[in-house]
């Protein structure tokens, strides 16, 4: 549950046209469900699978990783399993980093010594200094497992690869590997930059970006994308613009799952029978706005009070003599739809004045 609840942490921090959205959460008793950005192209790794590919793809999809690394590092996350089978490709054929089910967050996982200790992350993509066993910084390794992938778009294989396990880890320990003649002399200079098996002189991701090899065909807005993303999405301007603008707010899963008996959504277009006389809930085509609109307009020719909550969605109504008539809550469910929720209380005020005469908003799927 642990590792559950810091994976759903991280996606919701992270904002980036290069890493796969979370949209939401749904829950049950034994179930945690991801609702996720769908991607049809698939993993990078059915791709290369078939061939390697040129330098200037290569470089492309590799600035497009290198962005989303460098925005998950400047909010303190390490992804810690990089690989082809997390990279996938969208409609336009751009990259989306996938799976943080293996990330850190630097606050509440490093050590004492500003070290990470887990041992994680797949073989033949593992930095050395995880092998030693001693600590490891997070960026580090993700800089390593980006420096495979490099390596393997360009030459097809890996770069550390042998059918024992424990030779391969020699070689990753010692550094040993050997880039393909053909490879040019700036790509493999930067590939031993990646691949350096000391990290503290393997390459950064600010020597990434001005790296000769990286900067070809580099756009300069790219490089700054994650500081504009953290000014507009940082943890404190969303909570800014949820107080500001709580109108907006849609429904959100548990929301849902609140509404309906189990996971049966079909509460939310059926009248609820039992208790008619209680409450009340449908689902309309109409704006929230002209929801309440026209509850406002038949409460004043009926000489009902409606006080609004402060999100004014939220109406408390009384009648003539400050009797309480009912509660009605009107939310956003989706671009084109909105739930309305009604318990009522006095004789029946609701279903006799107001039912009937926004029965027209009700939506028939």
């Known amino acids: 549950m642990a590792h559950v609840k810091r994976e759903i942490t991280i996606m919701r921090r992270l904002h980036h046209k290069n890493i796969v959205k979370l949209y939401e959460v749904l829950a049950t008793k034994t179930k945690i469900y991801f609702v996720m950005e769908f991607i049809k192209g698939g993993e990078l790794f059915a791709k290369v699978a078939k061939g390697k590919f040129s330098e200037d793809l290569s470089r492309k999809y590799f600035h497009q990783l290198i962005s989303a690394v460098g925005y998950c590092h400047s909010h303190g996350i390490f992804h810690r399993d990089l690989k082809p089978e997390n990279l996938l490709l969208d409609d336009n054929g751009d990259l989306k980093v996938s799976d943080f089910g293996l990330s850190a967050i630097k606050d509440d996982q490093v050590w004492t010594d500003g070290l990470l200790h887990t ?118 301007k969303t909570e800014k613009v949820e107080e500001e603008d709580k109108d907006n707010v849609f429904l959100n899963a548990f929301d849902l799952i609140s509404f309906s008996s189990g ?98 908003f009700v939506y028939h799927p």
Request: proline share 3%; charged share 25%; aromatic share 12%.
């Open 119 to 236: 041992l994680c992350g797949t073989p033949a993509y593992v930095a050395p200094e995880i092998l030693a066993k001693r600590g490891y910084d997070g960026s580090k390794i993700d800089i390593w497992s980006c420096g495979i992938i490099l390596y393997v778009l360009i030459a097809g294989n890996l770069p550390f690869n042998d059918t024992n396990l424990m030779v391969m880890y020699k070689k990753i320990y010692k550094g040993d590997f050997r880039c393909p003649k053909w490879m040019s002399q700036d790509l493999k200079k930067f590939l031993s930059c990646l691949l350096d098996s000391n990290p503290e002189t393997r390459i950064t991701i600010d020597e990434i970006i001005n790296d000769p090899w990286f900067r070809k065909g580099y756009k300069k807005e790219e490089e700054h994308h994650q500081f504009n993303e953290t000014e507009f999405f940082g943890l404190n």
């Open 263 to 360: 996971c049966d959504f079909s509460g939310l277009f059926v009248q609820n029978n039992k208790n008619e006389s209680v409450g009340e809930r449908f689902v309309s085509s109409e704006s929230p706005e002209n929801i309440v609109m026209k509850i406002e307009e038949i409460a004043k020719r009926e000489n009902v009070e409606v006080i609004k909550r402060k999100d004014k969605r939220n109406m408390v109504l009384f009648g003539q003599n400050g009797n309480l008539i009912g509660f009605v809550d009107v939310y956003r469910l989706t671009e084109l739809l909105a739930v309305v929720e009604v318990q009522s209380y006095e004789g029946g005020i609701w279903k006799q004045k107001f039912s009937q005469e926004i029965s027209s």
